[in-house]
């Protein structure tokens, strides 16, 4: 029998409470999640929240394999991931021979992976970017060009931004997700809506990310809407953002660029597995790194987490 979401959350809070547990949250879980979370924010934010986890007996993830494992090597507490088949396919993009096969054709030159990526991949990497780092990650080196993947998009943004050539790794790399997103779904809305703010994710094309107002990670377009004026934005990333905005500023409009940019991998954790984790602590759901790698992963991590990048995971209460 179904439980109720109301029982199921609250079910979720006293044992979260009993094993000292905290619950940090991609801003792409649906709304219930994003309830019960202790912390929500994009993959930047919930890396650094990772790395600042204190009085906590475990950390329940619910976000992609690799955020998890990110905030495994981080994190001083064990870390859960409610459903281990929860896999990135950009992450599928790169693997370190190719990696290795890039540095042979380009000896000197640093390579800067995205946070989506296997442990494997990253071990290849000098340095690790989100889509809210990755201008200052690539600008840092101080270098003229750089070995970059697995995402062509956020290459792309890079190359926008920054003076410094950007070789990708793999040109096919893509977000299926924010690869849905073309210009005439901008174009039309913004007909419609012309006093508007488009905001898209750099994992969108660069034609989208050219026409919109501002391009950022999901935790600048919650500070844009929280911060702006407007009363209507336009939003291309995955809907579990637009549920989160539209939630938080039920005053404002908050209107996806396409309804159907859902992640399903995202989707895979739900409040029950959650509940699964926290009531059984099962081993195949305890995130490990292969130890070879995580010496290397966790130094470039607290590199990145030392870079300015942008502002603090936010938190999200349950309502009574
Ligand atoms: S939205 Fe795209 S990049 Fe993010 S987890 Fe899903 S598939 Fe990967």
Known sequence: MELDVKVLQEKILSLKKERKALILAHNYQIIDIQEIADFVGDSLQLARQSAEVSGFDMVVFVGVKFMA??????????????????LCPLAGYLDAQKIRGKKKEYPGVPVVVYVNTTAEAKSEADLICTSGSAVEVVESLGVDRVIFGPDAHLADYVRAHTSVEVIDIDERGHCYVHNMFDLSMLIELKEEYPDSIAIAHPECPIEVQEQADMVGSTGMMARTVAESDAKVFLIATEMGMIHQLQKRHPEKTILPMYEGAVCRQMKKHTLEKILDVLVNLPSKNLVTVPEPFVPHIRKILEKMNKLRGQGPATRVKVES
Do not use: G
Request: net charge negative; glycine share 0%.
């Open 69 to 86: 494992e990110m905030a495994s090597i981080l994190s001083p507490t064990p870390v859960y991931i409610p459903d281990p088949k929860a």
